[in-house]
Structure formats: C-alpha cells, structure tokens
C-alpha cells in the first residue's frame, strides 16, 4: 500500500453543502414522483378490494390495508417535500 497517498475529503465537502432531505425533494419533477408512487399505492387498494370479493377476505383486506398504509405515507412524505422546499426558496 502508498502510504504517501491522502484521502480525497470531496465528498465531504459536498455533504456540508448539501440541502437536507431526499434530492428528489428539490428535483424538478418532485410531484410527478409524488403521484406515480401515489398511483402505485391507489393500484394494491384496488388489487385488495378485486381479491376480497373475488378470492379471499383475508388476503383482500390485508392488500387494501397495506396499500392505504403506503397512500398514506406518500402524502406524508409529499408534505414533508413541500415543506423542505419552502425553505430552501423553491
């Protein structure tokens, strides 16, 4: 091994700089992120209530609590966005 070689602190710098939260916060599409994944969510609801009256309560039930869960944390996550972008003047 070199041990004449230093590290390169780069990225360290980079993070000093860097605005808090996700970078798809600050992204230009940051609400289209918002809606695919809302969409996403919004699909097992939906794939939860076909199973509960086609094939099984249970598993019907389960698929809709989990995708209103992940609905949920999405406009969590969205109120968080706006907030970090408010700040930061965008």
Not at 65 to 86: E, P, S
């Amino acid at each position: 091994m070199d041990e004449d070689l230093e590290p390169v602190d780069d990225e360290l710098d980079a993070d000093e700089h860097r605005l808090p939260g996700s970078r798809a916060a600050y992204a230009a599409n940051w609400l289209t992120v918002l809606v695919v994944d809302g969409a996403m969510g919004a699909a097992v609801v939906i794939a939860g209530l076909i199973a509960l009256i086609v094939w099984n309560f249970y598993v019907g039930a389960f698929l809709m609590l989990v995708g209103c869960l992940y609905v949920a944390m999405v406009v969590r996550r969205g109120n968080q966005w706006r907030l970090l972008r408010r700040d930061a003047g965008l």
